[in-house]
Nanobody, 123 residues
Framework: QVQLVESGGGLVQAGGSLGLSCAAS????????MGWFRQAPGKEREFVAA????????YYADSVKGRFTISRDNPKRTVYLQMNSLKPEDTAVYSC????????????????WGQGTQVTVSS
């Protein structure tokens, strides 16, 4: 079992930056693929970024590539999402997730989810 708690969301102007954190409880955090997903009002949840258990492989949605960076600190049981050059279309609830699968871009591959944190980007 893994419990996930996100933090760091908020309101930022377009072009600004925000950093999200996801703290995990549980002894086996280091074996999980970790992902970030987001869901805007009236839209389906979409993949944002993922990182494998070693931290050596990362995956990004095309819409955030070059602007967002995912990283993890296994001893601290935390995964991060640094978001730069934010756009109004990045506005959503951002959730982190943990899973065993290598199919890192698919929500169905993740077993554990946080409750999410709101990110609002004003124009």
């Amino acid at each position: 079992q893994v419990q996930l708690v996100e933090s760091g969301g908020g309101l930022v102007q377009a072009g600004g930056s925000l950093g999200l954190s996801c703290a995990a409880s549980g002894r086996t955090f280091s074996v999980y693929t970790m992902g970030w997903f987001r869901q805007a009002p009236g839209k389906e949840r979409e993949f944002v970024a993922a990182i494998d258990w070693t931290g050596s492989s990362t995956y990004y949605a095309d819409s955030v590539k070059g602007r967002f960076t995912i990283s993890r600190d296994n001893p601290k049981r935390t995964v991060y999402l640094q978001m730069n050059s934010l756009k109004p279309e990045d506005t959503a609830v951002y959730s982190c997730a943990a899973g065993y699968s290598l199919a890192a871009t698919m929500a169905a591959a993740y077993s554990y989810w946080g409750q999410g944190t709101q990110v609002t980007v004003s124009s």
